[in-house]
């Protein structure tokens, strides 16, 4: 991607532009929308955990966020589509009854998203990832990385493999343990490793998601040995992140325990449980099947280049 090819922009406060189609209106969301955003996307729970994430935990406007909420409506002013806008672009569109209809509400977010200069990762179902990448790169941008994501799903029964008392929420004293981790999957994932590129926001995100119980952790000796993230969690479906083992620990039958044992206690207050897994990960794709994971979709990761500020 030339450093060119995405104009300087700051991104817009209120978006109120038009689509690509007539009937389609792409306006900024607030607070007040709330309640109908969430309804919307609790249609699809297991495919909408991104979007429902940022909102449970930061809300429709925050700097957490660290991008804009938008939402696309018909000339009626029905809810078409959803999307966060921003350092990361996730979307969410419910026209699967009429393709054309579903594509132009993609077009019209791609067209609000091409302004924004700060974007860093484009991730979504596979369809409708390509689909999006045609009208916002449209033939003069490349992925500076791509990769096919699959989404696994669990639903009760689970077999329990061992039972792990010992993992709990992190606590803030073991920051240091949890930071690395995190950033060495990140790492491994958008070949960036956060703790070079702002180490300081990096850790303010890591202590915020522990502040909120969403990191789990098993340490043993104090040392790290198990380590996941919880997101999304509504009564529909938790979704999983940021799962980790310690090199030295692996091959133990530790992951396999633990997300067992995690998985277990998520599901006796949700449907479902999810995570996404590179293809390219055939010990991970092993490990959730084990567990008792279930391919649901395909997903794609693109990775933006960032223009230099």
């Given at each position: 991607?030339?450093?060119?090819?995405?104009?300087?922009?700051?991104?817009?406060?209120?978006?109120n532009?038009?689509g690509?189609?007539?009937s389609l209106t792409?306006?900024?969301?607030?607070?007040?929308?709330?309640?109908?955003?969430?309804?919307?996307?609790?249609?699809?729970?297991?495919?909408?955990?991104?979007?429902?994430?940022?909102i449970l935990?930061?809300g429709?406007?925050?700097?957490?966020?660290r991008?804009d909420?938008?939402?696309?409506r018909?000339?009626?002013?029905?809810?078409m589509g959803?999307?966060?806008?921003?350092?990361?672009?996730?979307?969410?569109?419910?026209s699967?009854n009429?393709?054309?209809v579903?594509?132009?509400?993609?077009?019209a977010?791609?067209?609000?998203?091409?302004?924004?200069?700060d974007?860093?990762?484009?991730l979504?179902?596979?369809?409708?990832?390509?689909?999006?990448?045609?009208y916002?790169?449209q033939?003069?941008m490349k992925?500076?990385?791509?990769?096919?994501?699959?989404?696994l799903?669990?639903?009760?029964?689970?077999?329990?493999h061992?039972?792990v008392p010992a993992l709990?929420p992190a606590?803030l004293?073991?920051?240091d343990?949890?930071?690395?981790?995190?950033a060495?999957?990140?790492?491994?994932?958008?070949?960036?490793?956060?703790?070079?590129?702002?180490?300081?926001?990096?850790?303010?995100?890591c202590?915020r998601?522990?502040?909120?119980?969403?990191?789990?952790?098993?340490?043993?000796?104090?040392?790290?040995?198990?380590k996941?993230?919880i997101?999304?969690?509504?009564p529909?479906?938790v979704?999983?992140?940021?799962v980790?083992?310690?090199?030295?620990?692996r091959?133990?039958?530790?992951?396999?325990?633990c997300?067992?044992?995690?998985?277990?206690t998520?599901l006796c207050?949700?449907?479902?449980?999810?995570?996404?897994?590179?293809e390219?990960?055939?010990?991970?794709r092993?490990?959730?099947?084990?567990?008792?994971?279930?391919?649901?979709?395909?997903?794609?990761?693109?990775?933006?280049q960032?223009e230099p500020?």
């Amino acid at each position: 991607m030339s450093q060119s090819a995405i104009p300087k922009a700051s991104p817009p406060g209120n978006v109120n532009s038009r689509g690509a189609s007539r009937s389609l209106t792409v306006t900024a969301l607030g607070e007040q929308h709330r309640s109908e955003v969430l309804q919307f996307l609790d249609q699809r729970p297991a495919h909408t955990f991104g979007l429902s994430s940022f909102i449970l935990s930061n809300g429709l406007v925050s700097p957490h966020n660290r991008g804009d909420f938008h939402a696309c409506r018909d000339r009626e002013g029905k809810l078409m589509g959803v999307a966060l806008i921003g350092r990361f672009i996730l979307f969410e569109t419910q026209s699967s009854n009429h393709k054309d209809v579903d594509k132009e509400v993609i077009r019209a977010f791609a067209r609000v998203a091409r302004p924004y200069d700060d974007g860093h990762m484009l991730l979504g179902e596979e369809d409708k990832v390509r689909t999006f990448w045609r009208y916002y790169a449209q033939g003069k941008m490349k992925p500076r990385l791509h990769s096919r994501q699959l989404l696994l799903e669990h639903r009760w029964p689970i077999e329990l493999h061992q039972p792990v008392p010992a993992l709990r929420p992190a606590t803030l004293s073991e920051l240091d343990l949890v930071a690395p981790a995190h950033a060495e999957l990140a790492f491994a994932e958008s070949g960036i490793n956060p703790l070079e590129v702002d180490a300081e926001a990096f850790r303010q995100r890591c202590t915020r998601r522990i502040e909120q119980g969403k990191t789990i952790v098993l340490i043993e000796n104090g040392r790290l040995i198990f380590k996941a993230e919880i997101v999304g969690d509504t009564p529909g479906t938790v979704y999983l992140e940021g799962v980790w083992v310690n090199p030295d620990e692996r091959r133990k039958g530790n992951g396999l325990r633990c997300v067992s044992e995690l998985t277990r206690t998520l599901l006796c207050r949700t449907a479902s449980v999810s995570v996404l897994v590179n293809e390219k990960y055939e010990a991970a794709r092993a490990l959730y099947s084990r567990v008792g994971f279930r391919l649901s979709s395909y997903y794609s990761t693109v990775f933006l280049q960032r223009e230099p500020r």
